[in-house]
Nanobody
Framework: QVQLVESGGGLVQAGGSLRLSCAAS????????MGWFRQAPGKEREFVAV????????YYADAVKGRFTISRDNAKNTLYLQMNSLKPEDTAVYYC?????????????????WGRGTQVTVSS
């Protein structure tokens, strides 16, 4: 089992920045590829970004490419999402998730462990 707890969400004006964190506990954090997803009201959960176990490989959704950066610190068992140039359409609950495959999945159904999420609200 891997326990994941997100933090860092909040209310920010359009154009602003936030950094989300995801603290992991339980099994060895560095054994897992880690992803960020988000879900806006009335919409399905969507992929945001994923990083490999080492942090050496990353992949982003087109909607956030160039604005968001995913990173991890395996020594601190923590995953990050730096979000810059935020837009009102980025408003959602953001979730971190873990999977143990060697493939960088973007489908939510491929992930084994999930946090409870943190709310990000971007005002116009």
């Amino acid at each position: 089992q891997v326990q994941l707890v997100e933090s860092g969400g909040g209310l920010v004006q359009a154009g602003g920045s936030l950094r989300l964190s995801c603290a992991a506990s339980g099994r060895t954090f560095s054994n897992y590829n880690m992803g960020w997803f988000r879900q806006a009201p009335g919409k399905e959960r969507e992929f945001v970004a994923v990083t490999s176990w080492s942090g050496g490989s990353t992949y982003y959704a087109d909607a956030v490419k160039g604005r968001f950066t995913i990173s991890r610190d395996n020594a601190k068992n923590t995953l990050y999402l730096q979000m810059n140039s935020l837009k009102p359409e980025d408003t959602a609950v953001y979730y971190c998730a873990a999977h143990s495959s060697t493939i960088l999945f973007i489908a939510a159904r491929r992930y084994d462990y999930w946090g409870r999420g943190t709310q990000v609200t971007v005002s116009s």
